[in-house]
């Protein structure tokens, strides 16, 4: 069978299983006709119809949201028209434990009533549930309270609770958050790690914590250091020095 998404767009369902992380392999599709072409609303196994309604229809279909990032326009739309029904949405969202929900909920200017509400909602689920939901719910709660000690939570799945994708996630994540010696020492030893993407991003936000650019790959000795052909001994080298560039950026 052939998943077709739009009449110009079709994608093989077992390509799709092969390359998607191992915690989105479970979505199933039913199928419904939409204008021209077939259309499959995705669904995660145990997710509310409403819930995976809203999803589709305020920020694509789930392939792509995973593939390229979600586009917020329809839901930045849907909150202007209705802040209550995506409030309402979102809190859904998160009962089911969808990363992409937490996400969401810190991009919203919020009221102090609603914030309060959704930092207890966020609270509640720290620790509990899947790594790469984990991850984005300590994230939100540090854009929602200005906490900087959700960190923490951020390095439990840098330091290797999740897949690598989970890892590099929260190096990236950790641009976000002030520099410490412990993410400092953390992101270094990350830097040594057998992923290559995992040691590519770590590099980049130690980079950034530097004050440098924030891509390793226009920094031609750091990068021959941690490609993917380099030898730990490379790997630990470019991890010292990161590291010392950046802990020059942790305030006195």
Known sequence: MILIFSPNVAVDPNTCDKCMPPAQRDLRA???????????PWRMPSTSVSWSRFRLDAFG???LVWHDGPDYAAFDALWCSDPVFVEDALADGLAEHDPLAAQAVARLPL??????????????????HPVGFHLRVAQALHQLTGDESWSREVLRVLLGAGFW???????????????????IEALASCVQDPDYLVRYHAS????????????????????????????PADWSGAARVLAAAATTAIPR
């Open 204 to 231: 980049n936000t130690l980079l950034s914590y530097a004050g440098l650019r924030p891509d390793v790959t226009a920094h031609a000795h750091y990068f021959a250091l941690i490609r993917s052909r380099s030898t």
């Open 61 to 63: 279909e789930p392939y």
């Open 165 to 183: 994708n989970d890892r590099f996630d929260a190096a990236i994540a950790l641009t976000a958050f002030r520099p410490t010696r412990p993410i």
């Open 30 to 40: 039913t199928m419904t006709l939409r204008g021209r072409g077939w259309h499959y």
């Open 111 to 128: 009221s102090n009533e609603s914030r309060a509400r959704f930092i207890a909602q966020l609270t509640e689920h720290i620790g509990k």
